[in-house]
């Protein structure tokens, strides 16, 4: 019995964690409906300018055929 007294502070800590992670993560009382829509319509007329054009891949040059790279010499020996 006595070997498992070096658990009790990991159970409390453990214990503790747990309650605090559950009053965190309890439901709040939520916005009114008509407050979230007007936010939700404020945040989508907003019109945002582009800050950079995005760059444009270069075409691929394809053959059709598969090249496989080509293999060092070996050296003599």
Not at 41 to 55: D, Q
């Amino acid at each position: 019995m006595e070997v498992l007294l070096w658990l009790v502070p990991a159970a409390v800590v453990t214990v503790l964690a747990m309650g605090w992670v559950a009053w965190l993560g309890r439901t709040r009382r939520e916005p009114d409906r008509e407050v979230l829509l007007a936010r939700l319509e404020k945040g989508l007329g907003r019109s945002t300018p582009l800050r950079y054009a995005a760059p444009r891949p270069e075409a691929d040059r394809g053959t059709g055929l598969a090249v496989r790279r080509s293999r060092l010499p070996r050296p003599p020996g």
